[in-house]
């Protein structure tokens, strides 16, 4: 009977360590949001300095290099392209559940999965353009291609930028993925 009237006891009550309530309810939609912001800043900055990289040299007759001359490159601004206008729609889709959030774990599930195909792109992608700049960069002897980047400084230059970028938004996208993942695992009751 003594241990009964002790556990019923208010200061022994007060006296005890509270447990944390779960982490269900936090809500990174707005970092969500400042990270799509981020994924537009770096699809249009890669976008405009990689469609703005020209340059026309005299070797002996005049050549342009520009980055339509280039499969990889063309699929690189394509792929920012449609990550720069994807990320402004999930964006609006953000507000929209910062505003209204019946339905964020649905919201969270899409996220998952549109960011992660968008991550699978972006990748490809820059490791696409990379992997052709790398060779005009230093070229390759044993199949006979010439370096280029010691005659077309300037466009080297501008694609080296434009794909330096372009990682930057790939990164974005892992964290994109990662905060979604995050954010869903956390409103799954334990």
């Not at 779960?22 to 300095?49: C, E, K, N, Q, W």
């Not at 070797?59 to 980055?67: G, I, M």
């Not at 964006?91 to 339905?103: D, E, G, M, N, Q």
Request: glycine share 8%; charged share 15%.
């Amino acid at each position: 009977m003594a241990s009964r009237d002790k556990t019923e006891d208010p200061e022994h009550r007060l006296s005890s360590t509270p447990i944390p309530a779960p982490a269900a309810g936090v809500d990174y939609f707005h970092f969500d949001l400042i990270l799509r912001f981020l994924l537009f800043a770096s699809s249009l900055v890669a976008v405009v300095v990689m469609v703005t990289s020209n340059q026309t040299e005299y070797v002996p007759l005049p050549r342009p290099a520009k980055f339509r001359y280039s499969p990889a490159f063309i699929y690189f601004v394509a792929a920012f392209s449609v990550s720069g206008l994807y990320s402004i729609l999930t964006a609006l889709a953000s507000l929209s559940v910062i505003r209204k959030p019946a339905l964020k774990t649905k919201f969270l599930l899409y996220f998952l999965f549109w960011d992660a195909l968008i991550l699978g792109i972006l990748a490809s992608a820059t490791g696409t353009a990379g992997g052709v700049a790398y060779v005009g960069l230093k070229g390759n002897n044993h199949v006979g291609w010439h370096k280029i980047c010691n005659v077309y400084d300037k466009y080297c230059r501008h694609v080296g930028g434009s794909i330096g970028v372009g990682l930057v938004g790939s990164i974005v996208s892992v964290l994109l993925v990662w905060l979604s993942a995050f954010s869903l695992h956390s409103r799954v009751p334990q």
